[in-house]
């Protein structure tokens, strides 16, 4: 029997999707997982970001939608560096991290038990269980021959459900992260070379981390997830120091 260790990121304001997060893992008895309280993005304002000496990158634009990062993106990228911080002084070996609108796959835990097995034989920082592949236009090649369920990812989207180890989160607690933030799942291809947005890694030390994924999603949005996100659907910090402006 595999004991996972795990966290749930959760908006204390949406505790609908901490109770459906409550049932879905009922059925995972092997999954030791903790809510981990989100960083509300609607409450962050330029005096938050100072007293907590945090800096958003300032010459950070969508590749995709040609603006700057919002409040919501702020907070989900805190809350995913929180918890790397929170898993690296626990000394897990391997941390399973969710987000609250996660799905699972029908054998979502006899592969997730597989992937750990396989990931003994590979290098590896961070693995995808779920992702929307961006650059679907490049090949992606597998992980050996000992491992037919993984492969190294082309550029991709979602920090839906995933693994890390301590390497991982050693490596982005020292990148510089708090000093130049941006969106979290562009922040990952950035700085595993799979994406193509190579003119940031300079502003992360050129922190450089090992990324994997499953050939298949075991992990999902659930329904209309991106809908009413909180996360891209929100407002941008009103800083009258940015070049924004």
């Not at 908006?11 to 049932?23: A, G, N, T, W």
């Not at 898993?87 to 391997?94: D, G, L, P, S, V």
């Not at 003994?120 to 090949?139: A, Q, S």
């Amino acid at each position: 029997m595999i004991n996972i260790n795990c966290f749930i990121i959760n908006l204390e304001r949406c505790p609908e999707k901490r109770s459906r997060m409550i049932e879905r893992m009922k059925k995972y008895p092997e999954i030791n997982y903790e809510f981990f309280n989100a960083i509300d993005g609607q409450n962050i304002t330029v005096e938050y970001m100072k007293n907590n000496d945090y800096n958003t990158l300032d010459e950070w634009i969508d590749p995709f939608h040609k603006r700057k990062i919002t409040k919501g993106e702020i907070g989900c990228s805190l809350s995913h560096f929180n918890v790397y911080e929170k898993a690296f002084c626990m000394k897990h070996e391997i941390t399973l991290v969710l987000e609250d609108d996660a799905e699972f796959s029908d054998d979502f835990l006899d592969v997730l038990k597989q992937t750990i097995i396989e990931l003994d034989n590979v290098e590896w920082d961070m693995c995808y269980l779920g992702r929307k592949k961006i650059d679907k236009g490049k090949k992606e090649k597998r992980v050996g021959h000992l491992s037919p369920n993984l492969l190294y990812p082309s550029y991709s989207y979602w920090c839906i459900g995933y693994l890390i180890n301590p390497n991982f989160c050693r490596k982005i607690i020292d990148s510089n992260f708090l000093q130049n933030i941006i969106p979290i799942d562009e922040y990952l291809p950035i700085v595993s070379d799979t994406s193509s947005l190579i003119q940031y890694r300079e502003y992360y030390k050129n922190t450089s981390i090992k990324l994997i994924s499953l050939n298949k999603k075991i992990i999902y949005p659930e329904p209309n997830a991106f809908k009413n996100s909180d996360t891209e659907l929100s407002s941008y910090i009103n800083n009258n120091n940015s070049k924004l402006l």
